[in-house]
């Protein structure tokens, strides 16, 4: 096992990672940029070092900073955490020629799945179901016409070097097709310097369901089940769950085989997701994977009793995988919320600043992961995200009792938060029945906040 790791992210991430090294009696190092010199979280770290100022591209994603400090910490494993450099196959491939191992999969695994139409080649040859689109990219005009004239359309237009929603446009006619095709080339190009792009069948109001994977380097690959991270606004995702509602047995189980189907073929290890839209009629499609651990992970660590990130760390420094499939049961349910620093009345505009009062919540069944103390100055530099808000229970229904009077609790002042539309979420009739999909903030939530 590793001696001393250091952490190269900020916030609940950082802290979340700094307590499972304690957990595990590994020494513990945090990067930090000028802006989050007074975090609190840093002082439960053995060692905190400066990378750089404020702006993330001089500091958290600055890859030479980040094996500078592990240098200076004497560290000997790099944990990336979300965003910033965790998908970035360079850096997990820099991190390794420098003798540091990055805790996360193999860089080649994370190139090869981080090209969008690339991973769902792979998928197909895993025969794991894809959404019917072009064979590959899109390379004439007059291929994408014949691609639309045989599914019909609407169909959808992606950036390969895409995910998250970026250089995606849905099209409805030939002509808008062919617009389309250009402002996503260009838009992709200038986001990604991949200017690819592969066209699908676009589904109508989509369930967005997840499958959790935890792999070793001794060719183990097991999954802990799904989570439904349908409620989501903008591609930022507000709740997640877990199990899926409304989700037949049957679905899952082949949803969860081909989601090991795809790491296995893929060379995977460490902690991952596999990510699929669920139509209507229960039929799942891969999208993509995200070669990362999320935020949202603490659900699944909830209903599995699975501690994520304390076998990542472990199977990163070489360890087998301590449970089998046979160990791994959904017990309950968990529910996430998101707690952002924005103002959801004001179209969720970052609302950065000083907390002047912060009352969590507790009690049974919470969990509440937060980097945040009364205080706490919000920077405007980064992701809003202060806390995530977690409860589990046996049933969903118990879960949806507590988590009401959880948010209940939950007082914030001096800035705005997402608490009030999270209030609002969970006496919604259509989420409470589990009748969810990815249109459901925008079609059922946020009109109402209008009249
Ligand atoms: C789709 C889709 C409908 N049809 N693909 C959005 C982000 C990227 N991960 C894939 N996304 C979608 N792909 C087809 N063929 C609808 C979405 C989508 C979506 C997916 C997951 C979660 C939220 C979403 C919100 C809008 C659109």
């Not at 998928?123 to 994408?144: F, R, Y």
């Not at 959904?330 to 179209?347: K, L, M, S, W, Y």
């Not at 800035?415 to 969810?436: A, Y």
């Amino acid at each position: 096992m590793f001696q001393k790791i250091l952490v190269a992210n900020r916030g609940e991430i950082a802290l979340r990672v700094i307590r499972a090294c304690r957990d595990l009696g590994i020494e513990v190092a945090v990067v930090y940029s000028e802006a989050d010199a007074d975090a609190p979280y840093l002082k439960l770290a053995d060692q905190a070092i400066c990378i750089g100022p404020a702006v993330a591209t001089e500091s958290y994603l600055k890859p030479p900073r980040i094996i500078a400090a592990a240098e200076v910490a004497n560290a000997e494993a790099i944990h990336p955490g979300y965003g910033f450099l965790s998908e970035n196959s360079n850096f997990a491939q820099m991190c390794r020629d420098n003798n540091f191992e990055f805790i996360g999969p193999p860089a080649e695994a994370m190139h090869r799945l981080g090209n969008k139409n690339q991973a769902k080649q792979l998928a197909k040859e895993a025969n794991v179901p894809t959404v019917p689109g072009s064979d590959g990219l899109i390379t004439s005009e007059q291929q994408a016409l014949a691609f639309a004239r045989a599914v019909g359309y609407p169909v959808l237009i992606k950036a390969a070097a895409g995910g998250g929603g970026r250089g995606m446009r849905v099209a409805r006619s030939d002509t808008a097709l062919l617009a389309g095709l250009t402002s996503a080339r260009a838009e992709a190009e200038a986001a990604f310097k991949d200017g690819s792009v592969y066209l699908e069948k676009y589904l109508d109001q989509p369930r967005h369901i997840e499958v959790q994977l935890l792999g070793d380097q001794h060719g183990n690959v097991i999954h802990l089940f799904e989570r439904d991270c349908s409620l989501q606004r903008r591609h930022q995702k507000l709740v997640e769950e877990s199990p899926a509602p409304n989700l037949p047995e049957k679905v899952r189980d082949a949803m969860c085989a081909a989601a090991v189907r795809l790491a296995r073929a893929a060379g995977y290890y460490s902690a991952g997701t596999c990510e699929f839209l669920v139509d209507r009629d229960d039929n799942f499609y891969f999208i993509e994977v995200n070669a990362r651990i999320q935020v949202e992970h603490p659900v699944t660590e909830l209903v599995t009793g699975v501690d994520l990130i304390r076998e990542q760390i472990r199977v990163a420094a070489g360890e087998r995988l301590r449970y089998r499939q046979d160990d791994i049961r959904q017990r309950g349910a968990a529910i996430e919320v998101r707690i952002n620093a924005e103002d959801p009345d004001h179209d969720f505009r970052p609302s950065p600043g000083v907390i002047r009062t912060w009352r969590p919540p507790g009690g049974p069944g919470v969990r509440l992961d937060t980097h945040v103390v009364a205080g706490y100055q919000v920077p405007p530099n980064y992701d809003s995200m202060v806390a995530k808000l977690l409860v589990h229970q046996p049933t969903r229904a118990e879960a949806f009792a507590v988590m009401r009077r959880a948010l209940r609790e939950f007082v914030v002042e001096g800035i705005h938060t997402t608490i009030p539309i999270h209030r609002r979420i969970f006496d919604t009739p259509e989420f409470v029945d589990g009748r969810v999909d990815t249109t459901f903030i925008e079609r059922v939530l946020l009109p109402r906040a209008k009249g």
